[in-house]
C-alpha cells in the first residue's frame, strides 16, 4: 500500500472541504477501497474516513417519509432489517447477496452506490423503492433520484467534496423480489441483477418497477414493461411480455462473464420470475 | 474388528493445534534480520521482442538494495527473459528494497521497450502454419509430425450432432487442417495395442466427440513464497513453500552452479500444493540471485494476481475421441487425438492421454497426443496430472454409447472393467484391483439401482484410475527414558502424511500415538525425501517409517533379552512394554526402562532407521455418482447428493482419507463447472478470485465418502496413495448427470449457465 494522509473529519462539511482534493478517497467500509490500495490499483493522497460524522448511521420508519437509510449503514444491517424487509424486500435481498457476512458486516450501504458498479447488488433495490439519493457538500445539500445519480460505469453526478449521506425510502411495494444471475451460490459478482416491485388493488397491478443491473452502463429502469403491467391483472401472458419488454430495453455488453446476448435473456427470465413472486408476496 | 489399534483409526492430525490457532510457521511468518523485500518485474504482453531493459531509474530510488536481469544469472540458465517474453507476467528481472513499497515502485520505474508480436493462446491456432512462432529454433520434425493431418481424417466424423456452436466449429476446422505443415509442437505421445480400425469395423455403434477441457489453476490457499539467505562464506539458506526442498535443492544448485550441499533448504508449513508447488524459478531462484546481491535474506512472496500469471496450472486440451461398441454393451476399440496447452515451455502432461482407457477391456486402442506451445505460462501437475482431462472425454462418451445402446451407465461399466489378471490395453496384466467393488459401493451408497428425479433432475456416474508413484526416502525413530518416540525424516507434510507417518509407528512400537512425535529436518539434516507429490508420501513413508520401527523394535528386543536374560524369541512387544511370554507370573520391561537402560549398553541408544525407494504400486479407482437439478431457463445446475467412492488399500487414518475423498471431489466439481482460466488477445484476463471462481461450501452438499479397501500387496498395512484419485472422475460424473437432467451433452468444461442454456435451445443437443 502507497502512503497516503488519513483524516477522520466529524463534521460533513470538514469531511467535502477535504474530499475537494486531488487525490482523494471516501473511506466507508473500505471492503473496496482497502483491497484496492493494498494492490495498488488505488493510490489515494488522502484517505478520509467517514466513521466519525454523526447522523449517517441507521435505519429509521416513520409513516410521513417512509423508511431513511444512512449512507454508513451496514449492509448487514440493511439486510436484516425488519422494515426494510417488510416493505423493500428486493433491497433486503439485494443486500444479502454483497460478500460475505464479514464482508457485509464491514460493508456500507452508501459505499455501494457510491462505488457506481453496474452491478452492484443493492442498485436494483432502490431503484424499485425509487430511492431518493440525499447528498451533502460544503456548499450544501441536494437531492436525486437514484435513476439519475449513475452516469457510467464507477461514474455518477456526484461533484468533488459531495458526499452521499442518505436514502430516502417514500414508497413501500406491497411485493418486491431481487435474483441475481451467478455461478456460485454466493460471494459471487452479478452476471445481471434484476428486482421488481409491485403494489397490487384487487388483483390489478397498480404500479410495477422493475430495476434492472449489469445490462446496460448504468442501472436502469425497465420503463416499457413497467408501463406495460400498469392497470392489468397478471397472467403468464403478460409477464412474458414484460419480460420481453424489458430485455428489448437493455445494451448489455459481452465481457469474460458472459455474452450481451445470454444476459438479455436472463433479464427476460428473471423479470417474469421476479415479477410472480413479487405478485405473490402483495 | 481390525487386528490394529492405531492405524485404521480417525485420530486427530498430528498438525490440527498448530494450524488451528495459527502457530504454524508458514514461508511468510519468516523474517531474519535485516530482510529485504522482493519483487519481480513482469512482462506487460503476451508476446513481444525485448528491446531494451533500463533499470538505470530504479537503481536511484532510495532503499532500493539489489535488482537483477538474466545478466545476474552465471550459468545462463533461463531465470529472467531477455530477447523475447512469451507470455503475459513472464518475469524479466527482480528488485529488493527495504520495504515492499519500495519495492513496487522500483519496479515500475524499470524501463522495458518492448515490439509487440501476435499473440497465440488457442492449441488448435498454434498447431496451424500461419501461427506465430514461439520458438524461432523449432525445425526439428518430430517422428509423426508430418501424420497429424492423416490422424484427424482418421478421427472425421459424418454427421455433426451433441455439439456446441464451439465444438463444431473445432470439428470442421480440424477437418481443413488436413494440409497443414504443423509448428509449435513442444513434444508428443503415441500408443498403440491392436487394430482400431478392424475395431471400429466390428462395432455396431461407434461414437465420436471433441471435449475441450480449459486450463485450471491449484489455487492453493497460499501464494509461492520463498525466504533466501546467503551469507559471505556462500552458504545458502532457503526457506522455501515447497513439496520437495530436496529437489528445491537440487533444482537452486542446478540452476545456479551452485555445489549443492552449499545449499539448506527449510520447507516451511505448506498452504496447499496439489502439484504445484515444485517450481525452483518462480520464486526461489530470484530471491537467492537477490540475497547473493544484495547481502541480506530477501523474501519474494507472489500475490493471487502473480499466482495466475505465472503459476504453473494444469493445461488445457483439446482430445478428439472415437469408441466402438457391440450392441450388446462390449467396448471393441478406442481412439484419441489430443492436442495438450503445454504453454510457452513444453511440460503438459500428454502422457496422460492413455487415461481415456480407462479401467476397461478395450482390445484395440490407439492414442496420439501433442504437447503445443501457446503465449501462457508453462504448466505442471495437478492432482492426477492429465488424467481429469482424458477421463472426462472417456467417461463422458460411455455415457453417450449406453444410452445407445440402452444400457444402466453402471451396469455397462461393470461390464467392461478389467479384473485382476485381465490384459491392459498397452500396459501388462492387472493385479489385484477393486474396480467392480469401487463402482458397486457407490451405486449402493447412492442409491442408484431405485434412483428416481423429478423433471429436470438427472443422475451422473463416472470412473477415474490413478496409480501412486514412490521414491526414496529415509525415517529415523528415537526412543526416549520416558518411553515416547521421536521421528525424524525430511519430507513435507501433505493433507495428513505425517499423522499417517506417526500412526504407522505408534502402532509397531505399541505407544500410544499421544507419545509419538514427529518432527522435519531441513536438506542440511534429514536424509533424503522424494517430494510430497503424485500421491506417494503415505505409501513410500509409510513403508520407510515401517522399516524404520521395526529395525527399533529389533533393537527394543535385544535390549529387553539382555536386561531380563533371555532369548528374543520369548519376547513379545506389546503396549509399550516388553513381555516374557514363557514364565508365569510373565515378567516384562517399560520402553522407557529400556531406553534408559541403552544409554549404558555397548550398543547404545535405541535408534531405528528405514530406507526405502520402490516397490510396485497398484491402481486405485475412483468411482462417482451425482445427483443434479438443472434451472433450464437459467442454465444454473445445483448439486442434490454427490457421493464418492474410492479405493484406498487400507485408510491408515479415515479420517484424513474421507478428507481427501472430499477435497479431491470437490475440486473435479469446481473444474466440470466453474472454474477456467480465461484469455484474451494480451493473456490471461482472470488474474483472481472474482473471475476465477472456486466453489465455496454454499455450493455442494456434503459429499458422501465411501472408503472400498482392497489391499494393495506393497503399500503399508495394503495402503495405496489417496490423494490423486479422488479429481479424476467427477468432471465426467457432473457432464453425464446434466446430460441425464435435461439431454444436453456438454463437452466443454465449464458447464457455465449460458452453455446449458444455448444448448437446449438447440433442442436439447449443444447449441
Known sequence: MKNFEYFEPTTLAEASLLFTQEHAQLLAGGTDLVIGMKAYTETPQSVISLQNIPGLTGITADTDNGITIGAMTKVREVELSEDILKHHTALAEGASEIGSIQIRNLATIGGNIAHASPAADTVAGLLVADAQVDIASADGERTVSINELFTGPGQTVLKPGEIITQFRLPSPASGSHYIKHKIREVMDLAFIGVASAVNLQNSVIKEARIGLAAVAPTPIRATEAENLLKGKISTPELLQQAGEAAAAGTSPISDLRCSAEHRREMVDVLTRRTLQIAIDRA | ?767
Not at chain 2, 67 to 83: C, E, L, M, N, W
Not at chain 2, 121 to 143: C, F, N, W, Y
Open chain 2, 1 to 767: 474388528m481390525s487386528e490394529y489399534t492405531v492405524v485404521g483409526q480417525k485420530l486427530p492430525r498430528v498438525d490440527a493445534v498448530e494450524k488451528v490457532t495459527g502457530a504454524a510457521q508458514y514461508g511468510a511468518d519468516v523474517h531474519p534480520a535485516g530482510m529485504l523485500y522482493g519483487k519481480i518485474v513482469r512482462s506487460k504482453h503476451a508476446h513481444a521482442n525485448i528491446l531494451s531493459i533500463d533499470t538505470s531509474e530504479a537503481e536511484k530510488l532510495p532503499g532500493v538494495r539489489a535488482i537483477i536481469t538474466q545478466d545476474d544469472v552465471p550459468s545462463g540458465r533461463r531465470v529472467f527473459a531477455t530477447d523475447k517474453v512469451l507470455y503475459l507476467g513472464e518475469p524479466l528481472a527482480a528488485v529488493a528494497a527495504t520495504d515492499p513499497d519500495i519495492a513496487e515502485e522500483a519496479a515500475e520505474l524499470i524501463k522495458i521497450e518492448y515490439e509487440v508480436l501476435p499473440v497465440v493462446q488457442d492449441v488448435m491456432e498454434a498447431i496451424k502454419s500461419s501461427a506465430p512462432r514461439l520458438h524461432s529454433d523449432e525445425t526439428k520434425e518430430g517422428p509423426n509430425r508430418r501424420d497429424i493431418s492423416a490422424k484427424i481424417k482418421e478421427l472425421s466424423r459424418d454427421e455433426a450432432d451433441g455439439n456446441s456452436t464451439a465444438i463444431r466449429k473445432l470439428e470442421a476446422e480440424l477437418e481443413n487442417y488436413a494440409d497443414e505443415v504443423y509448428y509449435n509442437i513442444s513434444a508428443e505421445s503415441h500408443t498403440e495395442a491392436g487394430d482400431v480400425e478392424k475395431g471400429f469395423a466390428e462395432s455396431d455403434i461407434v461414437v465420436e466427440d471433441t471435449y475441450v477441457i480449459p486450463r485450471v489453476h491449484q489455487t492453493y490457499m497460499e501464494p509461492h513464497v520463498s525466504v533466501a539467505s546467503a551469507d559471505s562464506s556462500g552458504k545458502i539458506t532457503v526457506w522455501a513453500s515447497t513439496q520437495g526442498p530436496f529437489a528445491i535443492r537440487s533444482g537452486i544448485a542446478g540452476t545456479l552452479g551452485i555445489p549443492l550441499t552449499q545449499i539448506n533448504v527449510i520447507g516451511t508449513t505448506m498452504g496447499g500444493g496439489f502439484g504445484g508447488r515444485f517450481g525452483v524459478i518462480i520464486t526461489h531462484v530470484p530471491a537467492v540471485l537477490l540475497s547473493q546481491k544484495a547481502g541480506r535474506p530477501v523474501r519474494v512472496q507472489m500475490t493471487r494476481e502473480e499466482e495466475f500469471l505465472d503459476g504453473r496450472p494444469a493445461p488445457g486440451c483439446v482430445i478428439k475421441l472415437k469408441t466402438g461398441a457391440t450392441k450388446d454393451g462390449h467396448i471393441l476399440a478406442r481412439q484419441a487425438l489430443a492436442f495438450w496447452d503445454s504453454g510457452s515451455v513444453s511440460g503438459a502432461s500428454i502422457g496422460s492421454t492413455i487415461r481415456v482407457r480407462g479401467v476397461y477391456k478395450i482390445p484395440n486402442i490407439k492414442i496420439d497426443a501433442y504437447g503445443v506451445h501457446t503465449n501462457k505460462s508453462g504448466t505442471a501437475a495437478y492432482r492426477a496430472p492429465g488424467a481429469p482431462q482424458a477421463i472426462f472425454a472417456g467417461e463422458s462418451q460411455l455415457d453417450d454409447i449406453a444410452e445407445q445402446i440402452g444400457m444402466d451407465p453402471v451396469k455397462f461399466r461393470l461390464m467392461n472393467m478389467r479384473e485382476e489378471g485381465d490384459t491392459v490395453p498397452a500396459g501388462g496384466s492387472e493385479p489385484e484391483v477393486g474396480y467392480k467393488e469401487t463402482l458397486e459401493a457407490v451405486a449402493d451408497a447412492a442409491g442408484w439401482w431405485n434412483r428416481e428425479a423429478d423433471k429436470n433432475q438427472g443422475w451422473g456416474v463416472a470412473v477415474g484410475d490413478w496409480t501412486n508413484g514412490c521414491g526414496p526416502g529415509g525415517v529415523y525413530v528415537s526412543v526416549h527414558e520416558d518411553g515416547s518416540a521421536r521421528i525424524f525424516h525430511g519430507s513435507m507434510d501433505i493433507t495428513g502424511t505425517d499423522t499417517a507417518i506417526t500412526q504407522i509407528i505408534a502402532e509397531i512400537l505399541t505407544i500410544p500415538y499421544k507419545n509419538v512425535t514427529i518432527r522435519r529436518g531441513d536438506t542440511d539434516s534429514a536424509p533424503y525425501s522424494t517430494g510430497s507429490g503424485g500421491s506417494v508420501v503415505t505409501f513410500t513413508m509409510g513403508n520407510t517409517a515401517k522399516l524404520a520401527a521395526e529395525d527399533a523394535r529389533r533393537r527394543i528386543l535385544e535390549l529387553a533379552a539382555e536386561r531380563l536374560n533371555t532369548n528374543v524369541d520369548d519376547l513379545e512387544l506389546r503396549d509399550g512394554a516388553v513381555h516374557i511370554i514363557t514364565v508365569d507370573p510373565p515378567k516384562s520391561i517399560s520402553l522407557g526402562e529400556l531406553a534408559a537402560y541403552s544409554l549404558s549398553t555397548t550398543g547404545g541408544p535405541i535408534v531405528g532407521k528405514g530406507s526405502f525407494a520402490r516397490q510396485p504400486s497398484t491402481p486405485a479407482l475412483a468411482a462417482q455418482i451425482a445427483k443434479v437439478e438443472v434451472d433450464p431457463d437459467t442454465g444454473r445446475t445445483r448439486v442434490l447428493k454427490l457421493v464418492a467412492s474410492q479405493d484406498v488399500g487400507f485408510a491408515i487414518n479415515p479420517m484424513a482419507v474421507e478428507g481427501q475423498i472430499e477435497g479431491g471431489t470437490v475440486q473435479g466439481y469446481a473444474w466440470a463447472m466453474m472454474e477456467e482460466m480465461q484469455y484474451g488477445e494480451n493473456g490471461n484476463v482472470n488474474p483472481g478470485f472474482v473471475d476465477y471462481r472456486v466453489p465455496t461450501s454454499a455450493d455442494l452438499p456434503t459429499v458422501e465418502s465411501v472408503i472400498v479397501e482392497v489391499p494393495a500387496p506393497n503399500g503399508p498395512y495394503g495402503a495405496k496413495g489417496v490423494g490423486e484419485p479422488p479429481i479424476t472422475p467427477t468432471l465426467a460424473t457432473m457432464a453425464n448427470a446434466v446430460n441425464d437432467a435435461i439431454g444436453v451433452r456438454i463437452t466443454e468444461l465449464p458447464i457455465k449457465p449460458e452453455k446449458v442454456v444455448d444448448a437446449l435451445k438447440n433442442n436439447g443437443h449443444g447449441a
